[in-house]
């Protein structure tokens, strides 16, 4: 059984600030990891992902993710947040049925 | 342009009314997704297609029924629509599983 988990339910920073949304996995094979944004009333976007290689992986509009091993974890950044971050987060982890498993979402908000 | 459509945006139905929940793409990705989203739960699957005619159950599949006869669209049957069965729910699909697409999404209340 693959789970994720998102320990924080809603993350507050400044505009300007740096952000780290944590998520955390537990599975026992070789996996895809992936992170989604939701904008308030719209569907998901995929923002990244990582199976292997470098553990630290870039995508769209400044995220980047780190993936550990010994941790589990694929925990997502950005340096300077603007106002328009302003979504919920999503991490998922795919198993080797192509079923996505997501986590429960942070939501963050970035204040002016 | 790459999308996913679903129609409606919006339902209103009484319990024990069926629904008929429609999605499309353009992209001719094979594999296509039914997703229920309700607050801090996340998204649950609840069918996937892995093309026409090629459905498997998700991890929620009771009280709901997929039809998926053209690669470009993937329907979503409720049955006697229930009230716990308020919800939004999201389409999607894709060519590898770990980047889906998703459509806006629809928001269902059942009365």
């Known amino acids: 059984t693959q789970t994720v988990s998102q320990s924080d339910a809603h993350v507050t920073v400044f505009e300007g600030d740096s952000v780290e949304l944590r998520c955390n996995y537990s599975y026992g094979g070789s996996i895809y990891l992936s992170w989604y944004i939701q904008h308030h009333g719209h569907g998901l976007q995929f923002l990244l992902k990582y199976y292997s290689g470098n553990p630290v992986v870039q995508g769209v509009n400044g995220f980047e993710a780190e993936f550990s091993k010994s941790d589990s974890s694929f925990h997502l950044r950005k340096a300077s947040v603007h106002w328009s971050d302003s979504a919920v987060y999503f991490c998922?982890?795919?198993?080797?049925?192509?079923?996505?498993?997501f986590g429960s979402g942070t939501k963050l908000t970035v204040e002016p | 342009d790459m999308k996913v459509t679903q129609m409606p945006r919006y339902l209103i139905k009484r319990m024990g009314e069926n629904v008929l929940l429609e999605c499309g793409q353009d992209?001719?990705?094979?594999?296509m997704y039914w997703y229920r989203q309700d607050p801090g739960l996340g998204l649950q699957l609840i069918y996937i297609s892995y093309d026409v005619d090629s459905n498997s159950e998700g991890d929620i599949p009771k009280g709901y029924r997929v039809s998926r006869k053209k690669r470009e669209h993937f329907s979503l049957i409720l049955d006697s629509a229930k009230t716990n069965q308020t919800s939004v729910y999201f389409c999607?699909?894709?060519?590898?599983?770990?980047?889906?697409?998703f459509g806006p999404g629809t928001r269902l209340t059942v009365l």
């Open positions: 992209m001719s990705h094979e594999t």
């Open positions: 998922a982890v795919m198993s080797n049925y192509n079923v996505l498993y």
């Open positions: 999607a699909s894709s060519l590898a599983a770990y980047e889906q697409y």
